[in-house]
């Protein structure tokens, strides 16, 4: 094992990922769940020939500069979002950063169809009164929702994501399909694209955001955009918290601009602010869009794919 190449896992990942890792690499992995430290980081690049690392990892440009000499030739991002890597100061480096799209896609579009479904539906606020021992029982007027079939959905960020959010809602509840994006997609079904965010907002009976995130999204989604929505729809957020106006978001549901929001991701996770925890029409997830076991491992082995690929001499499948 002494010529193998040494990774560095930045969390731990499912057996079925770690065990054939071992097999091929000098493996280590961080015991510690929380995101590294700017110390761990530059340890990690200075000691290791490649790193695993994953969503809140930072490897800013002022962390490659510190690292001094770095050992670390490729970044196997864990997770398709990369926003918490400078891909442009980690190529300046010499360093290739990989991510694992296509593993992440359906689970999830499936994530943002249970948060359409449970804002829409006022599953949350239903789920707590029989906790709390406060449902009295059936009547016909008792939490009423927002029926989703037959309505317009409009999805921001026509990505693989997107895609597979739009077939759900086309294929499966016969939704109207409205979206965003910078190009023209090939669907195979009808969609009518908008020229600006707040523009689609105003049409659709629920807003999914699933664009990624980055410097040049941030905040890319405020005020504009909630006042545009009807008071009868719904916001729906399963890409990158920073993304959305966190503040404005709260303030157009305070002031019922906005009948309800689905949230999985946070601007500042994971702090979530005790204006939405305290919102009964709010449906809060903690960051769970993949978590499925066989999408983990999928996620696992498509990151090691690209490190195997990599230490073979040829050009990774999923470089960013």
Partial sequence: MGSAKKVYISRALPDDVIAPARAEFDV????????????EVISALQGYDAILPTLGDQFSADVF???GEIRCKILANFGVGYNHIDVAAAAAHGITVTNTPGAVTDATADIAMTLMLMSARRAGEGERLVRAQKWAGWHPTQLLGLHLSGKTVGI?????????IARRCHFGFGMDVVYFNRSVKELPFVATKTATPAALAAVVDVVVLAMPGGVETHHFIGADVFSAMKPSAHFINIARGDIVDEGALMDALEAGEIAGAGLDVYEFEPQVPERLRVMENVTLLPHMGTAALDVRIGM?????????????GETPPNCV
């Fill in 300 to 312: 696992g082995m498509m990151a090691f794919d690209n490190l195997k690929t990599f230490f073979d």
């Fill in 28 to 39: 280590t992995v961080r015991d510690n769940t929380a995101p590294m430290t700017v110390n």
């Fill in 65 to 67: 500069a510190d690292a």
């Fill in 156 to 164: 921001i960020g026509m990505g693989r994501i997107g895609q597979a």
